[in-house]
């Protein structure tokens, strides 16, 4: 009885579970980028996007749950909450993006590991985007 409402649980259709491994193959694929661009270069400071990488989705889903809107990309429910979410994400995205450049042009990292750090994090917002966006549409409406 257990293992059937178990199985029932877990159970994805063909295109969910390819959608997974290619998000989950990306996400692996970036947070690599970020890792090698630090250790091939005897240089950790690269590591510090990927506290962006884990912060970046907070503020979007606090303050979207304290308005109560569930849609993200939705304008039904505007208000000054989730307005401060988004510009906090937006910030910490940029950061992301910014950091990686700032210390390749600050000459403190090499710049090859400047462009793996960056196309690292392009994969992982990516991810986390294409996750958001493929996983939180409902099947009655998928046009």
Known sequence: MKGSVLRDAVALTAPDRVAVIALATALATGFLLVVLACALYSNWLPLLI???YILAPLPNMICTRCTGADD???????SGWRDAGF??????????FGLPLALTRSGIIDPT???MSVTG?????????AYGHYFSRSDDALF
């Open 72 to 78: 993200v990309f939705s304008d039904q429910s505007s």
């Open 50 to 52: 990927v506290f962006t």
């Open 87 to 96: 510009f906090l994400t937006s910030f910490l995205v940029v950061s992301g």
């Open 113 to 115: 590991a400047g462009i």
């Open 121 to 129: 994090g392009v994969l992982v917002y990516g991810t986390i985007v």
